[in-house]
């Protein structure tokens, strides 16, 4: 079963190619989204990545988390579902 990861921290010029080209390196990524401000389409400076198995999910959060990713270094761990807000 597939394992969604948070990545906080990222640089403004890492795109979803480049979170996913370096998750690679891990195992088979499922899916890279960098998140992006709905008015100005600029990064919000975190991520999900999501990873085809738990194991591959645990060597991306030990390989990644607090290493340095375009200059930054990213805050990596297991994402928890989003909680309800309430509506503006």
Do not use: H
């Not at 390196?25 to 890279?32: C, Q, R, T």
């Not at 960098?34 to 959060?61: C, H, L, P, Y």
């Amino acid at each position: 079963m597939a394992k969604k990861l948070y990545v906080g921290n990222l640089s403004w010029g890492t795109t979803d190619d480049s979170l996913n080209q370096a998750f690679s390196e891990a195992g088979n990524v499922e899916s890279a989204v960098v998140i992006k401000d709905r008015m100005s389409g600029r990064s919000k400076g975190f991520g999900f990545v999501e990873m085809s198995t738990e194991e591959e999910a645990e060597k991306a959060i030990e390989m990644f988390n607090g290493k340095e990713l375009d200059g930054r270094a990213l805050t990596v761990n297991e994402a928890r579902p989003m909680e309800e807000r309430p509506r503006r």
